[in-house]
């Protein structure tokens, strides 16, 4: 049969053993293992690699392997920390870390920052915001008058945009977030506490002292 | 079938099944704001942003289908208090009670259900001062249910005042 070590590795390249992951991040070792289980049945949807592609993303959050959505593309950006296309389970592990609802604030802000900033060049820009606004109403099968939406974009940029700079930084999403603090409510997934009741995992301990021998 | 069940004679107990799990913060926060007065939400480009489902990961941890907990989201260019009017004649003609605040409507049906009563939840949120969301919700009940409400009475009952794209309606802005 093959020790469960041995067996992990080779299903699953690059993978990082759940102590080392508990202590980066706010998981203990047994809700590691339960993430674990969920990531073995969303990288194992499609291609049974080990790694989760975009396409098994879509299907774990749409349950439709073809559904593109911008949002769901940036998120699967943030979480594929090394640029690699996939994401593997110490990514996987790190970016659900910011989701936990004991994560900081400041973790769940940046990782908005992070997420709106579509291009990456260290503002929020005007154009960004339409882009994605735009895409929402489309995915709500809502279309506005142009004025509309420059007229939410104009509100928007009135409130947040501190500098009148066209474009919201860092510390005016930090300013604009802590007077809006229902704009984080996508950062927290309180299914996060329950997870080792949600994903029991069976393997419990096992790897632990595989690791420890 | 149904029970008739009389108000106030019977008390239904809510069984927090997992599946309402998410709702009960929501049940606590209206025990406390029931009839409170409260403003409409403002929602900026982002609070709108954040709506889309590419953002709810939580359906990263549950098997079913969005379709199975969806929240009806409706576009609407009439005011506030007509659309609070609109669904209290909703609420009054399939003899539900209705408890409302400015943001806020919430219509309970006087029979009990699988789940206890059947109890919707509308909230009101204006994205500029002639463009409102309306939020609907079921709350701790069954889906079957709520559905079959929703496509049989609530849905064309607000037929006139939901707003859908310029094509389709071509009343001006």
Redesign the interface.
């Known amino acids: 049969m093959g020790c469960f070590h041995s067996k992990v590795t080779r299903q699953h390249p690059g993978h990082e053993d759940p102590v080392t992951l508990a202590s980066q991040t706010a998981f203990s070792v047994s809700e590691v293992e339960a993430l674990f289980e969920l990531f073995k049945s969303i990288s194992s949807s499609v291609v049974d690699d080990g790694l989760i592609s975009k396409e098994e993303f879509q299907l774990a959050l749409f349950k439709n392997r073809k559904k593109e959505n911008i949002f769901a593309s940036l998120i699967f950006d943030l979480f594929d920390a090394k640029k690699k296309g996939i994401i593997d389970f110490g990514d996987f592990v790190r970016a659900l870390n910011v989701f936990h609802p004991n994560a900081s604030q400041e973790d769940k802000i940046n990782f908005t920052f992070k997420l709106y900033d579509m291009d990456g060049t260290g503002f929020i820009e005007r154009h960004e915001v339409k882009q994605m606004l735009i895409a929402l109403l489309c995915e709500s099968e809502m279309k506005l008058a142009d004025d509309t939406i420059e007229a939410i974009l104009d509100k928007t940029f009135l409130d947040a945009d501190i500098n009148q700079d066209g474009k919201i930084d860092i510390s005016e999403w930090q300013n604009f977030v802590s007077r809006n603090p229902s704009l984080l409510k996508i950062m927290t997934l309180p299914y996060l506490r329950d997870i080792t009741t949600t994903f029991p995992s069976f393997v419990f301990n096992s790897e632990v002292d595989e690791v420890a021998t | 079938m149904y029970r008739k069940i009389y108000r106030g004679d019977f008390k239904c107990h809510l069984w927090f099944s997992p599946k309402a799990r ?1 709702t009960k913060e929501e049940l606590e926060f209206e025990a406390f704001n029931g009839d409170k007065s409260s403003k409409p ?1 403002t929602l ?18 549950e098997e079913k ?2 379709e199975e907990k969806e929240e009806l ?1 409706f ?1 609407t260019m009439r005011l506030a208090s007509s659309v609070i009017s609109r669904l209290e004649e909703v609420a009054k003609s399939v003899k539900f009670n209705v408890k409302k605040s400015e943001s806020r409507v919430r219509l309970q049906g006087q029979e009990c259900g699988r789940n206890g009563r059947l109890t919707i939840v509308a909230d009101i949120f204006v ?2 001062p002639s ?1 409102l969301v309306l939020e609907v919700k079921k709350d701790n009940v069954d889906t079957l249910e709520y559905n079959q409400f929703c496509s049989k009475e609530f849905r064309p009952a607000l037929k006139d005042i939901v707003w ?4 389709e309606n071509p009343t001006p ?1």
Request: glycine residues 4%.
């Open positions: 998410r939400e900026n480009a982002f609070h709108i942003i954040s709506l889309s489902q590419g953002f709810d990961l939580s359906s990263l941890f289908k969005r989201r576009a994205v500029t463009f859908t794209s310029p094509a802005a």
